[in-house]
């Protein structure tokens, strides 16, 4: 079927709106693309996520429009969520999403991977998990990792703002250490987690800690990792997404903010498999990167 | 291993001809076996053309978690691995049947306590997978015996309930339980508990059809909500989205989707009535002043009291309650017209059945409800409680 | 505020809670009555045709082409809403939206009150949503509004509608858009 859910019957575009009838005609979709997706369409396709109702200049939403843009075949892509920011994103995306419970993603979506391999074993579905730090780190991290170990054939991104913002600023596991959140009045008193790192011992074939300063590196990072996920084992992005709100910037200060962290707590980390890289190179002779 | 390819018009994957679940629990020929509940219950999923289960190791239930993974090796079921921690079993769980697959799992006390979060979560997504709960004591302090006060936890969750007595049952309803579960009407997780190590490891006679025959797959396109496998209209559907944020507030959503779950278990009376041949069943003397209310393997023991009591000229029966939600209420004021005493034998301690039937009979009916014999921790219930529980009612001087 | 329901504010009590339950396979649900198909359908039409702003709202299993009967259904309903002298509003996807709906043109699940208030429709058709987001709109819709609700399920139909036709699919439509010529013919409209 695929594309076909989106096809608005002819009886009914008249009564349609305008962001249903764009998703049909205007949205970049693997099956009509000779090239892989990317960026560079964002500015004259339509997107596949409509509304959000996240803060004004939130990088949030920004990460998640590149990482939409990016993935190698959305028609048949189920992205899994936790609770958080980025919930309130979810139902706006033109995609089949989950979001379950707070900290479960990892497992909800292992189930759906394996029954989608089972279900349709001519098709290949990608399932993506994107959840916040405190979702991926703290309350999910048993789940995270053991997906790792699994060698579940998912890709698992982190929108890392380095604290609880959808509850009101808490220090998470991925706050640096002497920042002062709420829950840590005097300064968390804890390195931040080398989550990127851990991804690695744990079983990743493609690890990455980075901002998401550089639309293209994200959009780059993302279809690498959900190829290699399909065909190798689990990959883990972990991407900078500051809280603005929570660190006392202003709406326009998100991008510098970023690019300052680009050389400091997210310089970048790259880790790739033997077996990832070769099949990467592969990839780039095929046309498909 | 097989492929859901190999599945024809007429055969599921592992080749067993498909069949109604009428013709599997009805007219199919049977034949004797003698083995344990978790040995009866790898012989029911076999013959259910299962997708999915996911496992992990508590007492009792183990043994059934690992039967049904031999019957992934043999080809009988798609998808099986074991899982971190019930918790995130649950999850898992959650992912299979959302994608659109016919799941089943098994836990017991702690581990349902563990992944309590997830049951709600699974009534409010309306997944029609189905939870074997072989109950047990729950810490502290720590036990592995049988006692069933988990079920009580599992009562508001919006799961259907019900409650098999022995070996035989708990074939015949693990069966049905998919089929009720998976009516688009209904569609809502299901939680078969049996008893553990009374019903898990207990050897019993059982007549089973043969296993060349499955039930027919699990459609996920009649579900009342898309599966989650890209295939079904509306391309942008979050399942199940934080609908307080639609138009600034929606404030009946929650509600009114919190009542539809509700309704919805509601909604499977009539199949289960069908399969399960009424919600509840009636042993001994139907115009008897002493009634026992029980589920479970407390049944079993009633029963045993009933004889014993008719020894002594006394009349009793037994009301055994097979589905406790949907709880059987119009069934049990009818049971129970012209009974003086129902009692209500427990294993666990805080008397939940108990409760439950005194809010079903609150203004209706006359009955006095004692609470008791109960027991708890993996003692027994042995017919001499019962006995001498119903002989200090009827006659507190004497006694037993 | 115009329009206002039996219970105001609360999706309660539901149909079930009441006693009803979706018909058995073959009949219809009228009320709380279980009529057949055909006197049901002669009511559904005679109840769209006679209402104000009757209204149908076709959900996503109708709206999008992803298979041969949705096809055809969408060709069903489209002669459907003219022979019943009907609107049509799509709830063309379940999603909470932000900031708001647009009540004029849209019907969304979580609210299908404003569509209905707004618009002051007094009868509508629920056909091709999803049995779930349905009944969440449903139990919404009878609570809170006077409208009179009918739901064309290809399943097993939905008790907290006012009348209810289950297991519909093109043949089905079919025959209900035959009846509705006749009643459509018999009231001279």
Known sequence: ??????????????????????????????????????????????????????????????????????????????????????????????????????GNQNAVASGIKRVLNWRFPDIEKDVVVLA??????????????????????????????????????????????????????????????????????????????????????????????????REIGPTYLNIYTPCILEIGLSANEGLGEMKDQDKDRFASYKYVSPEAEEFLKKCKAEGRL | MSTIKDMTETKNWSGQTLVTADHMLFEAPRNKHFM??????????????????????????SEAAHLIGELWAEGYVGVYFRGENEFGVMSEVAGCS?????????????????????????????????????????????????????????????????????????????????????KPDVHVPIVTVVDGFFVSHTRESVMLPEDDI???????????????????????????????????????????????????????RPYAEHFLNGLVHITGNEDAEIAFVTCGTASHQAKEGQRELEKLGIKSKVIKLRTIRPFPKKELLAALEGVKYAFVPEFNVVGWLE??????????????????????????????????EVMEKINPVKGA | MANQGPTYYSPYPTAVYEGVITPPEGKALLLTDVVDEEIAMREIAKVMLTSENATIFPGPQVLYGYNEEAKKKAKLIKEMAEVLNSKMIPMYDYRPKYPKIDAEVEINPNHPNLTIWHNNIKAAIFIGVHCHYANVALKIVRAETDCYTVAICGLSGHEDAMATLRDQHSSELEKFIKIAKEVKAELGK
């Not at chain 1, 979709?29 to 803060?55: D, V, Y």
Request: with cysteine; charged share 20%.
């Open chain 2, 214 to 268: 499955a039930l027919f797959p699990y459609e996920p396109y009649k579900s009342p909500l898309p599966p989650i496998d890209s295939e079904t209209p509306p391309g942008r559907f979050l399942r199940d989205p934080f609908v307080m944020k639609s138009n600034y507030i929606s404030y009946a959503t929650h509600a009114s989707w919190q009542w539809e779950v509700r309704s919805a278990v509601e909604r499977s």
């Open chain 1, 132 to 229: 916040g730090d405190g979702a991926t780190v703290d309350i999910g991290l048993d789940y995270t990792l053991q997906s790792f170990f699994r060698q579940e054939n998912i890709t698992t991104i982190c929108f890392d703002n380095e604290v609880y913002a959808n509850t009101g600023g808490q220090e998470s596991g991925m706050t640096p250490k002497g920042q002062v959140f709420k829950m840590a009045p005097t300064g968390k008193k804890f390195e931040k987690v080398k989550m990127w790192e851990l991804a690695k011992t744990s079983g990743c074939h493609y690890s990455i800690n980075m901002t998401a300063s550089a639309p293209k590196a994200v959009a780059k990072a993302v279809r690498e990792a959900i190829l290699i996920a």
């Open chain 2, 36 to 61: 344990t509940g978790s040995e009866v219950l790898k012989e029911a999923v076999k013959r259910c053309t299962v997708d999915a289960s996911v496992s992990y190791p508590i007492t009792p239930q």
């Open chain 1, 1 to 102: 079927m695929g594309l076909d859910i989106y096809k608005i019957n002819p009886e009914f575009k008249d009564i349609m709106p305008q962001e249903i009838i764009d998703l049909e005609e205007n949205a970049t979709w693997a099956q009509n693309q000779t090239k892989p997706r990317g960026i560079k369409e964002l500015p004259e396709t339509k997107e596949l996520l409509e509304e959000h109702s996240l803060c004004a200049g939130c990088p949030e939403a920004a990460a998640l429009r590149y990482v939409l843009s990016a993935l190698p075949k959305p028609e048949d892509t189920v992205i899994v969520n936790s609770t958080g920011c980025t919930s309130l994103m979810f139902p706006h995306i033109a995609l089949h999403t989950v979001h379950s419970l707070f």
């Open chain 2, 355 to 388: 409760k439950e039937v005194k809010t079903a009979l609150y203004g209706k009916s006359d009955t006095e409800v004692v609470g008791g014999p109960r027991v708890a921790g993996g003692m027994s219930l042995p017919a001499e409680a019962i006995i001498q």
């Open chain 2, 98 to 182: 959302m994608a659109g697959a016919r799941t089943i799992t098994t836990t017991s006390g702690p581990g349902t306590l563990r992944a309590m979060e997830n049951f709600a979560q699974w009534s409010g997504t309306r997944i029609p997978c189905q939870l074997i709960l072989m109950a047990r004591g729950i810490n502290s302090p720590l036990t592995i015996q049988p006692d069933n006060l988990e079920v009580s936890y599992m009562l508001e969750t919006g799961c259907m309930i019900w409650y098999a007595e022995n070996v035989q049952e708990l074939f015949d309803m693990s069966i049905a339980a998919f089929i009720v579960a998976e």
